[in-house]
Structures are given as structure tokens and as C-alpha cells.
């Protein structure tokens, strides 16, 4: 490269990239080698998309769907977002002005954060929390402030510790239930209290909802943006990635106050102009479509989470929670005598399992490792069979 011309900003120099994405590369690269990887890395469901999703974007197609759609999205989709919000989640957009459809959740997050935040403005994170928060708070100039929130956090230490990171420079809090990596599922109360915190404070609040549907043992994801007060203050996002296993189509959505929208729609318009045609008409399909594959799927993974919890708490060092929601175990591996970085790349060279570690979702995370069970039921053995052999010879 010639000189001085290979140098990126650096605002994008000083980014981390995503370690699990990274990973799952690495894995996918190791495989194509030969290894027997098993890759337990990425949250990517291993269920085949729903044939009524797929028909309904074959249809698209044939008929010749094949071009821009406007901006915001088709307006069936952002008609059947509207709905399901207000029915599902209690939180009411206007389809005309309020929602968004993007290539992927990722996208609205990434958008969402261009668009709210001045460089020095501080985001609320609570500890541990998906990897790719605390980067598009910082590529937007923001500054990520972490609040430890795990399942032994009381309503009481939430508030002390909400109200301790809170500054006049304070605009956002992002949350996420249930959790990417704990799989914690929020309480009505815990969700209450960030209500109650995010209006005494004047904060907007981001709430990501792509595991909504992921919950076991009866639990319900409470929508924060259905609670009193919040309409105007708060924007969610949320796809189909999960719920439906689509991960590949890149359909995600935000719904937010319509001058906050109408802003979110300029950069949108700007960079992607639109989400993919036909993808629009298969997420209608998918949203207007019967449920029973998403509970299908989510009762396959509560068997696998029972499963891969109880067989990680066997293997001496390893202490697993019981996760509430999403598709993760979230083990502690102090007691293995590793760091969570270590554990992580030996594991890979020594018995070619692919893991996440802790770090990588912030500081709670540290001696910890996040798997995936969005795997097939051999793979998640065959994983467990392996980590139990690292194990026993380190
Ligand atoms: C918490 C969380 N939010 C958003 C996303 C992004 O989903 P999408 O595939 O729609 O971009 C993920 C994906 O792993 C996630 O874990």
C-alpha cells in the first residue's frame, strides 16, 4: 500500500472487532481445512427457516419483487410490525412514521446509535451484555457505562447502582431480555424500576427484544415500551433472526418516536436505501403466519439447555446457571484455573470446540464462556464430551 493511504480513521482503527463473529470465522476456516470443528460459537439457529417463510419469498420472486422497495419498508410489513407490537408487546407505533425495517437487528442498532448520540454522551450497558453494543455506542462517539446486572442483583442494588452511573451526560440506556450471553429474563419489577429510573433521568431507552420469544419455564419477556409513561422515550428493536430462524435473510426492525425515525430514516436511506424486496414479503409471511415453529423450536431448546447445563455442571471447575431465556449456557470456568481467553483458545487447538469467551461482553464476563445450544443435540454432546476432556487434562 502507498504510504500514508492505508491508514483508516481512527475512530475505526481503535474498534474492536466482533469476537463472535471473528470466531465463528475461524471455526468455519478450520473446518474447510479438514478439522472436526464443533462450533458452539455463533447464535445462529440450527432449524431451517419455516416452508411457508420460504414459498412466500420464492412467490415474491417469481413474481418479480426483485426491486427497491421505499425506504422505511413495505407497508404490510410495517402494518404487521405495528400489530404485533401493539398486541405482543402492549407498545404502540405508528406503521406511517415510527418503524423501520433494515437488513438485520444489527443494522437498527448500529443506525439507532448514529443517530441519537453527540460525541461524550454516555450509554447505560448493563454487565454482561452483547458484544457489539459497547462498539456502536463508541463509533458514534458515545462512551459505554456499565452496570453489573446478574441474577443475583436485587431490585434495591439495581437502583443504587442505575442511579450511581447516571450523569448529567447520560442519554441512553440500552437494554436487552432476555440477555445475550446470561440469558437472564427481566422481572416485571426490574423492568418497572428502569421505567421509573429512565423517566426520573429523562433517558431514551433502547430496548433489544430479538430473544422475546426464547423463554422457558413460563417465563414472559416484558416489553418496556409498554409500560406507562415510557411511549416517546422508548425504542425497540427486534427481527426475526431467532424467533424464526432467519438469520441468513437480514430482517430486522426498530420502532421509535417519529422524529427520532424520521432522522434513523436519512442515514438508512443513505447507506441501504432499503432492506431486501422479497425479504420484506417473507418477514410478512413469517409475522402473519402461525406460531407453533417458533415453539416448536423453543421447546427443542429447552431440552437442549437442561441437557448441556446439566453435563457442563458435571465437569469439575465448571458452574452453570440455568439460563431463563435465549439459546446460551453461560458457565463460570474460573475454577478450571484458566482465564476465559486462554480456556477459549486452548479449547479450540486442543479439541477443536469453538466457544465465546466472557470478556468479550464486558467486564461481568471475565471467567466465564458463553456456548451455544441453537446446535444440533450430537454436536452439543459431542461438544460437552470434548470440554469435558480439556478439562480433565489441563
Ligand atoms: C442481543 C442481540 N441483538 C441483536 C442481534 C442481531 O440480530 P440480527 O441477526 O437481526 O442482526 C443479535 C445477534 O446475535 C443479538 O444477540
Known sequence: MIENLSAAADRVKNLAGSPTVSIMDKARRLKAAGMPVVDLSGGDPDFPTAPHVVEAAMAALKSGFTHYTPSAGIPELLQAI?????????????????????????QALYIATQTLLNPGDEVLLFDPSWVSYAPCVQLAGGLPVYVKM???????????????AITPRTRLMIINS??????QVWTQEQVELVAEVAQQANLLVLSDEIYETLVYDGRKAVSIGGL???????????????????TGWRLGYI????????????????????????????????????????????????????????????????????????FYAFPNIAGTGLADLDFTDRLL?????????????????????????ANADEILDEGAERIRRFVSNL
Not at 150 to 164: A, F, W
Not at 178 to 183: F, I, L, V
Not at 355 to 371: E, H, I, N, S, W
Open 82 to 106: 405495528a400489530h404485533k407490537l401493539a398486541t405482543e408487546n402492549g407498545a404502540k407505533f405508528d406503521p406511517k412514521s415510527e418503524i423501520i425495517v433494515f437488513p438485520g437487528a444489527k
Open 178 to 183: 432476555p440477555n445475550n450471553p446470561s440469558g
Open 255 to 326: 420502532a421509535a418516536p417519529a422524529e427520532l425515525a424520521r432522522q434513523m430514516l436519512k442515514i438508512h436511506q443513505h447507506s441501504t436505501t432499503c432492506a431486501a424486496s422479497f425479504v420484506q414479503k417473507a418477514a410478512v409471511a413469517a409475522l402473519e403466519g402461525p406460531r407453533d415453529y417458533t415453539d416448536y423450536m423453543v421447546g427443542r431448546y429447552r431440552l437442549r439447555r437442561d441437557k448441556l447445563v446439566s453435563q457442563l455442571n458435571s465437569i469439575p471447575g465448571i458452574k452453570c446457571e440455568l439460563p431463563q431465556g435465549a
Open 150 to 164: 446478574d441474577l443475583q442483583t436485587s431490585l434495591s442494588e439495581l437502583k443504587t447502582r442505575l442511579e450511581e
Open 228 to 246: 406507562p409513561g415510557m411511549a416517546g422515550r422508548t425504542m425497540i428493536i427486534n427481527g426475526l433472526s431467532k424467533s424464526h430462524a432467519m
Open 349 to 373: 487447538e486442543a479439541e477443536a470446540v469453538a466457544v465465546t469467551p466472557g470478556v468479550a461482553f464486558g467486564p461481568a464476563g471475565k471467567g466465564y464462556v458463553r456456548l451455544s445450544f
